[in-house]
């Protein structure tokens, strides 16, 4: 992410002087805009927002300081999830021998989706993982909700018009809306004073755990300086889509972690991961 913030702070050669005060005062400053992955609840969001303010402060204020706590927009997806967990469920029926078993299955899924370290055989688990992953396969490539959508270009766009630097942090699924608004706003979006981010490249994105084929679609195709991405080779969800519907490669050679066995959550795999938190923020 360093290398993200290096690149902003090359291409954008702004001139202060010219500027209008409200941005002058605010161009050298870092901020971090978050969008969530599928299966997780509110809370969860406010937790990896905390954690990601902790994780500025930690590996990137030596950097750049600061322009306060770190911003994001909540992607809900409620009707998309709804019917992902109910195929979900259809094939874990198919897939049990018995009510017991099913139970056992649904017991994990409800672990997992309300974000809790899960107590139960390895095995179950994976088969778990894998279900929701081929039910994912299924959704995924038109998920993007408009009001998902809508509200993260919004939010994404008041926190530009502050003229901060900007790195939105796209989790799992949240890189497809992370990749559709980059790309929005760079075509849309102007300054305070009329300067266009399009000549004054002041957005970056890293996709972490990342479904898509790409990070920031075209617009990041054409400038790789100003994204990046980290995804582990462990991490079994995206593992599972990329064999269904093909994702980027991973490119983080992961240990095994007893707290998060998917090696998919944004916390305990990625950014208290002292390995995928130094590569994430060099």
Partial sequence: MKFIIAAILCLCSLSVASAPKSCADYVDFLRLFYINGMFTPYTSYLDNKRELTLFQEKYLNSEMPSAGAVKGSYNNDEAALFQILQVTKQKLEEKSESTTELASYLDVMNQFLTGNVVTVGTQNYEILLYTLADALGQFLPEMNQEQDYRQAYTALS?????????????????????NSVVESIYSQFTFPGGWKLSQYPMLGQVGVANPAEAVAGDFGGNNENLVGHLTNDNDLIIQWVRNIIGSIDSNFDAEFNEHDWSGHGLIDSYLLSSGQASKLAS
């Fill in 158 to 178: 008041s926190v530009m018009e502050g003229c901060s630097r900007t790195v939105l942090i796209s989790h799992s699924q949240g890189n497809f809306y992370g």
